[in-house]
């Protein structure tokens, strides 16, 4: 037993001739939500959908729980105990809340000769996951379509966490969301931890990721900036690695530059 | 409005039930049913023809045998499209597949010597593996199955007349009734089931008879067994095991359903493998019944099939439907069509009322994908 569920050394990724990761090292641990930082264009995507068995890395070693490991198919990590909850959700807006809790996993029982769906006792889980996740479910059979962002975020991640998710990889799970809304998915994201989980979350917010996250690793143009622990590391310092502390001082020029204006025109 | 729950690992947690949301009337909820518009469809159509036509004998032993036959040949198809549709995917091709089918029965039966019931697994066997083949292109080059089963219609067609003027220097074989007698297969598809309860009702005066005493209707047509056989086991499968779960899934969001591990490729695959067995079973029951094959059999029975599942409800765009929709969808397109033959009026209004129907259906349909997608 590793003390490290998940660890990735040196692994690379190459698309042709563009080089999308980079020597990217980062060690996940269970009870912990470690914090996947980055700008658009960084390479987050591609990361996680390496650890989600959907590309493989091209170079570097792949460790789970010490052991190395290759994925052929996003199946065989999630066998591994590897959910990912991409930006989409991998939901069907038609599909009822339990047809798509279900969704590739159905539920079945012996009918006879015949393997049935067990709606029943499916609707029960359902509606007993979701509550977890402090959503109340009406009708488990009613189409998803009409929840708002919120609530199929957290659908998806209790789906993950029910199929026995060791590690939950939240892709931007705040990004279309108001701040009412990503207040609750942060609090489901502690919940997971609470409950044991590793918490891989990605995002390009610091101020939803800081308040939940235990350690943070920066990726920049491919290439991972470093992995700190929080207690390592201010909200500010990260805010200024991620954006380049140079174009941020070039924006603070700029607005000071915007506010001189307008006291002039006052 | 708001409840606190207490759970075993987590202290409080808050359920607030949406002041936002109404509840909804029992009506709005059965206004998200998809097979809702072709069940009040047919009883419209049912009542609309027992006033226009209730004294033409359309509602006789014979007139009800009429219709639910007709009904029956296209649901069997329909069933086959439902599903695919469900899946997201198209097939044009089974009208030409019929036609196809029905070749592969009647050319090996009474020119190449082979005895009637390998011909039926070779058609079954041919007729799949075409299947197969269109549903493999489709998944594979990811290009839209409208244009590639369409190909599949002239390529299918074309053989269909090419190959039996080749084999047989014509374009309609028959003879096959002589070849089939005895032949239990054959029989499965041709025959006709319970003779002996209607041979009672006639004596019992229960139903017409000829002059002769024997009933006017001798039995139930197995397509109308085949038709009820496949409507049951394909709604058991689409709406109570894991591989119909599959199937909505596919359909309704097929890059969300890759992603957690459906295998959509081989759920698409094997539906149009369906399909073509599907179009077979109704190849097989004309060529029984009628004793013959023609190469232009099937004509237009896609477009039929199609309309029939849309106007039982499914979506166009894949991911919504029922079974039990396009079944009752294939009972008005029946009725219909004999019950204008009855009420004597000219069968060309058919058409007319076909394509309004149609244009209703999918309308209606695109207002409860609004309500169920919760998009305005």
């Known amino acids: 037993m590793s003390e490290y569920i998940l660890e990735l050394k040196n692994v690379s990724r190459y698309f042709g001739s563009v080089i999308a990761l980079?020597?990217?090292?980062?060690?996940?641990?269970?009870?912990?939500?470690?914090?996947?930082?980055?700008?658009?264009?960084?390479g987050k995507s591609t990361l996680i959908k390496t650890l989600a068995g959907v590309h493989k890395p091209s170079?570097?070693?792949?460790?789970?729980?010490?052991?190395?490991?290759?994925?052929?198919?996003?199946?065989?990590?999630?066998?591994?105990?590897?959910?990912?909850?991409?930006?989409?959700?991998?939901?069907?807006?038609?599909?009822?809340?339990?047809?798509?809790?279900?969704?590739?996993?159905?539920?079945?029982?012996?009918?006879?000769?015949?393997?049935?769906?067990?709606?029943?006792?499916?609707?029960?889980?359902?509606?007993?996951?979701?509550?977890?996740?402090?959503?109340d479910v009406r009708d488990p059979e009613h189409p998803i379509g009409t929840m708002s962002g919120g609530e199929k975020q957290c659908l998806a991640i209790a789906r993950a966490i029910h199929f026995g998710a060791k590690v939950l990889i939240l892709d931007e799970p705040t990004a279309a969301l108001g701040v009412k809304q990503s207040a609750n998915v942060l609090k489901v994201v502690a919940r997971a931890r609470a409950r044991g989980l590793a918490v891989i979350l990605i995002t390009h917010n610091?101020?939803?990721?800081?308040?939940?996250?235990?350690?943070?690793?920066?990726?920049?143009?491919?290439k991972s900036l470093g992995s700190w622990l929080k207690s390592e590391v201010?909200?500010?310092?990260?805010?200024?690695?991620m954006a380049g502390g140079q174009e941020l001082a070039d924006l603070e020029a700029e607005l000071a530059e915007f506010d001189r204006l307008d006291t002039k025109a006052i | 409005m708001s409840t606190a729950v207490k759970t075993n690992d987590s202290p409080v947690i808050e359920i607030s039930s949406d002041e936002r949301v109404r509840k909804e009337s029992i009506v709005k909820?059965?206004?998200?049913?998809?097979?809702?518009?072709?069940?009040?469809?047919?009883?419209?159509?049912?009542?609309?023809?027992?006033?226009?036509?209730?004294?033409?004998?359309?509602?006789?032993?014979d007139g009800i045998l009429n219709w639910s036959t007709v009904s029956a040949q296209l649901g069997i198809i329909a069933i086959g499209a439902c599903l695919l549709m469900i899946s997201g995917e198209f097939d044009l091709s089974i009208g030409s597949m019929i036609g196809f089918a029905g070749m592969m029965i009647s050319i090996p039966a009474l020119y190449w010597g082979w005895p009637v019931w390998t011909c039926i697994l070779f058609a079954f066997a041919g007729a799949m593996f075409i299947g197969f083949l269109n549903g493999y292109i489709v998944v594979k080059t990811g290009l839209p199955s409208f244009i590639v089963s369409l190909a599949f219609l002239f390529i299918l067609r074309g053989l269909t007349i090419a190959l039996s003027i080749l084999f047989t220097n014509k374009t309609i074989v028959s003879g096959v009734s002589e070849v089939a007698d005895g032949d239990i297969f054959a029989a499965a598809f041709g025959g006709e089931i319970g003779t002996s309860f209607f041979n009672w009702l006639a004596q019992a005066?229960?139903?017409?008879?000829?002059?002769?005493?024997?009933p006017i209707v001798t039995g139930i047509p197995m397509v109308i067994v085949w038709f009820l056989l496949l409507a049951s086991v394909a709604s058991f499968v689409l709406l109570r095991t894991r591989y119909g779960n599959w199937i909505f899934a596919s359909g309704g969001d097929e890059k969300a359903a890759k992603n957690i591990g459906v295998p959509t490729d081989k759920v698409k695959i094997s539906l149009f493998m369906f399909t073509a067995f599907c179009a077979t079973v109704f190849a097989a029951c004309q060529v029984f019944e009628f004793g013959s094959a023609a190469a232009d059999r099937g004509l237009l029975k896609e477009f039929e099939a199609i309309i029939a599942v849309v106007i039982g409800g499914a979506l166009l765009t894949g991911g919504y439907g029922s079974v039990i929709g396009a079944c009752f969808g294939a009972l008005i397109f029946g009725v219909v069509q004999m019950g204008i033959f009855f009420t004597g009026a000219d069968s060309d209004w058919f058409r007319v009322f076909l394509g309004i129907m149609l244009l209703a259906a999918v309308l209606f349909n695109n207002f409860i994908r609004k309500r169920v997608t919760g998009s305005h």
């Open chain 1, 22 to 42: 980079k020597d990217i090292n980062m060690k996940i641990k269970l009870g912990e939500v470690h914090c996947l930082l980055g700008d658009n264009g960084a």
């Open chain 1, 59 to 135: 170079e570097g070693d792949f460790l789970l729980d010490g052991q190395p490991t290759g994925f052929e198919s996003p199946r065989d990590a999630l066998d591994a105990g590897i959910a990912t909850v991409y930006q989409d959700l991998a939901l069907v807006n038609l599909m009822s809340v339990t047809r798509n809790f279900f969704m590739g996993r159905e539920l079945t029982k012996k009918w006879g000769p015949f393997n049935v769906f067990d709606t029943k006792k499916a609707n029960e889980i359902a509606r007993a996951g979701l509550a977890e996740m402090g959503i």
């Open chain 1, 206 to 222: 610091v101020h939803h990721a800081y308040p939940v996250a235990d350690r943070f690793t920066l990726l920049n143009r491919g």
């Open chain 1, 234 to 241: 201010s909200r500010e310092e990260i805010l200024e690695m």
């Open chain 2, 29 to 61: 909820k059965m206004l998200t049913r998809p097979e809702l518009g072709s069940v009040s469809g047919a009883i419209l159509v049912f009542i609309f023809f027992a006033i226009v036509a209730g004294d033409s004998g359309m509602f006789n032993a």
């Open chain 2, 205 to 214: 005066d229960l139903i017409d008879t000829y002059v002769d005493g024997s």
